[in-house]
C-alpha cells in the first residue's frame, strides 16, 4: 500500500505544490534582467541577466485554454552556466531553466522580453562607437575613448 501513496505523491505533488506556491509568485522584467519571487514556506529570488539567457519560447497549454480564457501561457528560460558536477569548476553559476507561468499576453511579453534581450546582447557586442550605423545602440554610456 505504501507504493501507491508514493505513486499518487509524485503523480500529483508537483501539480499541488505549483497550486501552492502560484499566489506567491512574482515577476519582473526589466531592461537588464528578469526578477522572479516564489515560494510557499519561504520566499526565493532568481535573477536572470539577459546576456546569461539562451534560450526561451512561449508554451501555450490546455490548461491556458480552459482556464486562462486562450489569454495565458508560458514563456520558458533558459541561461547558461555550469553545473555543480562540472569537472575542474566550483558550480557556482548553475544553468537555470524556468517558466514565468500564466503570463496574460503571453505573445506580447514575449515580444517585449525578446527586444530587451536582443538590445543588451547588441549593447555588449557592439558598444557605442564601434556600433554599425544599421543599430543606434541601447542606452549606453560606454566611451571606448576614455579610460
Known sequence: MPHFWIGLGMLFGPSIYSILVFKHTYYAITDKRIIMQTGWIGRDFHIMDFDQITNSYVNVGIFDKIFGKGNTGS???????????????????????????????PYEVFKFFKKAQYDVKTDIE???KLRPNTNPGYQTNYKPDQK
Open 75 to 105: 514563456i520558458i528560460i533558459i541561461t547558461a552556466g555550469l553545473t555543480a558536477d562540472t569537472p575542474g569548476q566550483n558550480g557556482l553559476q548553475k544553468a537555470f531553466n524556468s517558466s514565468l507561468m500564466s503570463i496574460s499576453n
Open 126 to 128: 557592439y558598444p557605442n
